[in-house]
């Protein structure tokens, strides 16, 4: 079975930088590819990024320009590099599978092996 582990996270001031890792291991049939999430307390899961089989990134307007991802397959990790992280970004951040390709922009329910997240704080 598939499974992720997101690590990376911590407590950075406002403008700073991070960059969170997803690693995986085991397979799934079901795997289209590696989405970035993040969920702020008292608010739903939002989705960031989803990196396609190919290596094709689609980033979300709230990110764009801001975070970027990148692969290592052979460490079969993908990066989520975050800059200028203000407290707004403050938020448990996770990775997922697509259980479809992510040129169909994909839903929140239709991720699947999620990670358990790793907690990103931006202070002021």
């Known amino acids: 079975q598939l499974q992720f582990m997101e690590s990376g996270g911590g407590e950075v001031q406002s403008g700073g930088s991070l960059r969170l890792s997803c690693t995986a291991s085991g397979f799934s049939r079901d795997s289209y590819g590696v989405g970035w999430f993040r969920q702020a307390p008292g608010k739903e899961r939002e989705e960031l990024t989803c990196?396609?089989?190919?290596?094709?990134?689609y980033y979300q307007d709230s990110v764009k320009g801001r975070f970027t991802v990148s692969t290592d397959n052979a460490k079969r990790t993908v990066y989520l590099q975050m800059n200028s992280l203000q407290p707004e970004d403050t938020a448990d951040y996770y990775c997922?599978?697509?259980?479809?390709?992510?040129?169909?922009?994909?839903?929140?329910?239709?991720?699947?092996?999620w990670g358990q997240g790793t907690q990103v704080t931006v202070s002021s």
């Open positions: 997922a599978t697509p259980s479809v390709p992510c040129k169909f922009n994909p839903k929140v329910y239709e991720y699947l092996y």
């Open positions: 990196t396609d089989v190919d290596g094709n990134t």
